[in-house]
């Protein structure tokens, strides 16, 4: 696949994240707020800490993490209907939650939560490409502010986070492989591929479809090998915030 030597219509090489900004604290009132912007997609990231578990955790001692995602109105070029109105929520809503969930719980050790409930909320500002990747990587801030006030107020002993978590999509596009899509380039992707990683390198989840046309498994591989490089560079980007 070409790619090398070649830029993309925004300047970047073609194994360069977008700029990535993640702001701590944004909101006053929760313990866990994050902005993340990554390009021009930017996403609000808020965690709560409910006292009490799922019921089907109940008496366990084991807490659980889990998450909503939505996109306001104009958050897009064409407006978005609020699914409260539609009266239910979608399939594509219903599945990214899940995906920020699920991959929050995977570094996450929830007996040592206790019987609470943290609930992430991602709500989507501006949309151009990326926004469950840059959803996951800011949630992972906003869930770690949030528990370390746990522990700072004696609530819990210690935090109960194993390891980071950070995602980016790779694909590719006029058949060259291209690191953190935007909009233009995930719409003509031959293949659109979300990676979620740990920071030790870890993979939780690869959400890999052939838009266009069939991949290889040496395509495969190659993207995923792309993916690890930009979430490295997002997993550091998270250390350098102290967490």
């Known amino acids: ?116 409930t943290v609930i992430v909320d991602c709500d989507v500002l501006q949309a151009d490409g990326g926004t469950r990747t840059a959803s996951v990587t800011g949630a992972y801030v906003a869930l770690v502010d949030t528990l370390s006030a746990l522990v700072s107020t004696g609530e819990i002993s210690s935090l109960p986070v194993v390891d980071s978590v950070a995602a980016v999509s790779v694909g590719i596009v006029k058949g060259r492989t291209l690191l953190d899509l935007n909009y233009e380039e995930d719409s003509n992707a031959d293949v659109d591929m979300n990676v979620i990683m740990t920071g030790g390198a870890k993979i939780v989840e690869i959400q890999g479809t052939a838009e266009q046309k069939a991949f290889s498994r040496e395509e495969m591989l190659c993207l995923v090998d792309m993916a690890e490089k930009g979430i490295r560079e997002l997993t550091a980007l998270q250390k350098s915030l102290s967490l």
Request: hydrophobic residues 35%; contains cysteine; aromatic residues 4%.
């Open 1 to 116: 696949m070409a790619s090398e030597g070649l830029n993309r219509a925004d300047g970047r090489g073609f194994d360069q994240l977008r700029p990535v900004n993640i702001t701590r604290g944004y909101l006053k009132t929760a313990d866990g707020s994050v902005l993340i912007s990554m390009g021009e997609t930017r996403v609000l990231c808020t965690a709560t800490v409910e006292d009490k578990s799922p019921p089907f955790l109940k008496g366990t001692g084991r807490g659980w993490v889990t998450a909503e995602y939505s996109m306001l109105p104009r958050s897009s070029r064409i407006r978005v209907p609020r699914e409260s109105r539609l009266g239910r929520v979608g399939g594509r809503t219903h599945e990214i939650q899940r995906l920020i969930g699920r991959s929050l719980r995977a570094v996450c050790d929830l007996g040592l939560l206790g019987e609470r």
